[in-house]
């Protein structure tokens, strides 16, 4: 395979020691499929490619249309960082007229061609964006299809040793609260505008504060702006205008409380310079971090921002400590994997299908009153995220169930696998493990016949989020649950049982409104539905059939993985579980259920041991927008 890489070298001149290094990183993954030749587009020597030959294109969306009126490329790749540009302009057009700045607040490097950005996104087989799902919508609103593009959080050379990380217990604080805004150039794209009302504050620059400034102004306009803070702040600002040596990085991020980035699109893995050293992200959901744990900056609202800030000054030493562990821990679980997650996303583009393989079991018993509004809204996301397969298995139905549900593929329009099983009444978890071993995709889905999913972007979310936490086996999307030992008297809002049988609390909304904001680890998640990572299944087993009929499998087989050090996560989507098999039983199939429950609570607690500490992760969540 003969494979053209193309980047710029004048980003590493312009201070971004981010874009050599994906370059660098890209080139290894490259190399072992196929011949690399390495194009510098920044001088765009013509003779290098003109009349030849490439299998796949890789680099950056600015340089494929000229290139592709050169040579021929069979298949191109698009790497692409930060928000779409035209969203990005709309917001600084916003906040220049919102604050009444001139001009020359846009006199930084040369604006992007959108254009040409337009026409090379059109011709692109697929893009892969170093960014998060706020980045990922604003390539959907421009109207890309959300199979052509997927997000990657980003990552750096640093990264790829996990023992230059800090241990938590190293992570210290002082009194004064310490500040960081880095970035290759400071302009008004990156957040430098606002970072300069917010300091220049006279309430916040009273404070027992300072604030390092690391980079190189854009343009006039923000060299000014760097002298009147200097002005406001007099020996708490610190500025570092020429590049630090690794060493000096490292002093000035070690010492820092909090890095400040509240950009308004653009991407810079600088940052994460600064979260490797535990300082605690202050950002915008447009930098393309999904982690900011104060609060996420309005990009646009400077009087939000300034509460935001001035909340991390009432922040005691204990809790600055606290939140610089849990930055690091989101590093190494979100941002250290990113060679190995672009690695398989190139070589899935290659097969193909940017997006993984989904399979999707749906057991269903005697449902024919209710079922096709339930697989109506399932028909609808499948075909949404296209690459994946149906598996409906008829557990003992004497109804009508199989003839509507089969009646009503027949009059849409079908462009997966479906796949039908009969079987005698054989209870949930039999029947999940018939689909479940059945399944070839990456990533299963189990799904009760009374769970109807309204979210039609349900799949590219969750295969999203999954594809960039290799730690997680499991998410759900109906609720979570946190188990405790039996004894355990809990109290709070939401769902909790305390009976002497077991002792849970559901988690969703109702325990906690910020929980639907959030992507969040639990210690099991209720079916409806479960996806699993089929690499789990294959290697630690599917449900566990002695719980059978039904009752405790998926507590389980959540319980099972994290044994195995692996994640339970849960995003609450627009799910609605109705419930409607276990409000028709009689009186003979409720007390069977109740027995069933007591033993299998029993099989449960025997085999593991809850715990009572629940300082579980999360993320901020982003849902997938798009028509």
Same mark, same amino acid.
């Given at each position: 395979m003969r494979i053209l890489l193309c980047y710029e070298a004048v980003e590493a001149a312009a201070g971004s020691?981010?874009?050599?290094?994906?370059?660098?990183? /890209?080139?290894?993954?490259?190399?072992? #499929?196929?011949?690399?030749?390495?194009?510098?587009?920044?001088?765009?020597?013509?003779? #290098?490619? +003109?009349?030849?030959?490439?299998?796949?294109?890789?680099?950056?969306?600015?340089?494929?249309?000229?290139?592709?009126?050169?040579?021929? @490329?069979?298949?191109? #790749?698009?790497?692409?960082?930060?928000?779409?540009?035209?969203?990005?302009?709309?917001?600084?057009?916003?906040?220049?007229?919102?604050?009444?700045?001139?001009?020359?607040?846009?006199?930084?490097?040369?604006?992007?061609?959108v254009d040409e950005l337009e026409q090379s996104i059109k011709l692109a087989d697929f893009i892969i964006g170093i960014g998060n799902i706020e980045t990922y919508n604003s390539y959907i609103?421009?109207?890309?299809?959300?199979?052509?593009?997927? %997000?990657?959080?980003?990552?750096?050379?640093?990264?790829?040793?996990?023992?230059?990380?800090?241990?938590?217990?190293?992570?210290?604080?002082?009194?004064?609260?310490?500040?960081?805004?880095?970035?290759?150039?400071?302009?008004?794209?990156?957040?430098?505008? $606002?970072?300069?009302?917010?300091?220049?504050?006279?309430? #916040?620059?009273?404070?027992?504060?300072? /604030?390092?400034?690391?980079?190189?102004?854009?343009?006039?306009?923000f060299n000014n702006r760097l002298l009147q803070l200097k002005a406001v702040l007099g020996d708490k600002l610190f500025v570092h205008r020429d590049e630090l040596n690794d060493a000096q990085s490292a002093e000035l991020l070690s010492n820092t409380d909090f890095i400040v980035?509240?950009?308004?699109?653009?991407?810079?893995?600088?940052?994460? +310079?600064?979260?490797?050293?535990?300082?605690?992200?202050?950002?915008?959901?447009?930098?393309?971090?999904?982690?900011?744990?104060?609060?996420?900056?309005?990009?646009?609202?400077?009087?939000?921002?300034?509460? /935001?800030?001035?909340?991390?000054?009432?922040?005691?030493?204990q809790e600055i400590v606290y939140w610089k562990k849990k930055t690091i821990e989101y590093v190494k679980e979100y941002h250290l994997p990113y060679k190995q997650v672009l690695d398989k996303t190139i070589k899935d583009c290659l097969n193909g299908n940017l997006y993984p393989k989904i399979s999707i079991?749906?057991?269903?018993?005697?449902?024919?009153?209710?079922?096709?509004?339930?697989? $109506?809204?399932?028909?609808?996301?499948?075909?949404?995220?296209?690459? $994946?397969?149906?598996? @409906?298995?008829?557990?003992?139905?004497?109804d009508q169930s199989e003839y509507v549900v089969k009646q009503f593929? +027949?009059?849409?329009?079908?462009?997966?696998? @479906?796949?039908?099983?009969?079987?005698?009444?054989i209870f949930e978890i039999k029947t999940n493990n018939i689909g479940l071993k059945k399944s070839s995709g990456a990533y299963c889905v189990i799904l009760q016949d009374d769970n109807y999913v309204y979210d039609k972007n349900i799949f590219y979310e969750v295969?999203?989020? %999954?594809?960039?936490?290799?730690?997680c086996a499991i998410v759900g999307c109906l609720s979570g649950v946190n188990f405790y030992p039996r004894g355990t008297m809990?109290?709070?809002?939401?769902? @909790?049982?305390?009976?002497?049988?077991?002792?849970?609390?559901?988690?969703?909304?109702?325990?906690d409104p910020n929980l639907k904001n959030r992507v969040f680890e639990v210690d099991a998640c209720m079916r409806g539905p479960l996806v699993i990572r089929k690499s789990f299944l294959e290697q630690y087993g599917y449900l566990d059939e002695c719980y059978a009929p039904l009752y405790q499998d998926d507590m389980d087989i959540c319980f099972r993985a994290k044994h195995y050090g692996y994640k339970v996560y849960c995003m609450m989507s627009d799910v609605e579980n109705r419930s409607l098999t276990m409000a028709h039983y009689d009186t003979g199939m409720s007390r069977m259920f109740q027995e069933v429950m007591e033993r299998n609570t029993n099989i449960f607690y025997a085999r593991w041991t809850p715990s009572t500490n629940k300082d579980y992760a999360w993320i901020h969540r982003t849902r997938v927008d798009g028509s």
């Open positions: 020691k981010a874009a050599g290094q994906l370059t660098a990183v /890209l080139h290894d993954l490259l190399a072992p #499929i196929g011949a690399v030749t390495l194009f510098n587009a920044s001088f765009f020597d013509e003779r #290098i490619v +003109q009349g030849q030959s490439y299998d796949l294109y890789v680099g950056g969306p600015y340089h494929l249309l000229r290139i592709k009126g050169l040579c021929h @490329i069979k298949k191109s #790749i698009l790497i692409t960082t930060g928000l779409h540009p035209h969203e990005i302009n709309h917001s600084t057009t916003r906040l220049k007229a919102g604050h009444n700045l001139p001009d020359d607040v846009f006199h930084e490097t040369a604006a992007p061609n609103k421009r109207g890309l299809p959300k199979w052509k593009i997927k %997000m990657l959080l980003g990552g750096i050379a640093a990264l790829d040793q996990p023992n230059t990380l800090p241990s938590s217990e190293s992570v210290k604080t002082g009194q004064r609260r310490v500040y960081t805004y880095s970035a290759p150039k400071l302009g008004l794209n990156n957040g430098f505008e $606002a970072v300069f009302l917010l300091f220049s504050s006279s309430d #916040i620059a009273s404070q027992n504060l300072e /604030l390092h400034v690391v980079g190189q102004p854009a343009n006039k306009f980035y509240p950009s308004l699109g653009q991407y810079d893995s600088t940052i994460l +310079q600064g979260l490797i050293h535990g300082a605690i992200p202050l950002v915008t959901a447009q930098s393309g971090i999904d982690f900011s744990p104060i609060g996420v900056f309005d990009p646009l609202d400077h009087l939000q921002q300034k509460q /935001l800030l001035q909340r991390t000054l009432q922040l005691s030493d079991t749906l057991p269903v018993f005697n449902k024919e009153a209710t079922i096709v509004p339930l697989i $109506a809204e399932l028909h609808r996301a499948v075909s949404e995220y296209k690459n $994946a397969e149906l598996r @409906i298995i008829f557990d003992g139905c004497y593929f +027949q009059t849409v329009q079908v462009d997966y696998s @479906i796949a039908y099983e009969t079987t005698p009444n295969v999203q989020f %999954m594809d960039k936490n290799t730690s809990l109290s709070g809002p939401g769902q @909790i049982s305390c009976s002497a049988n077991e002792v849970y609390w559901r988690q969703d909304e109702k325990a």
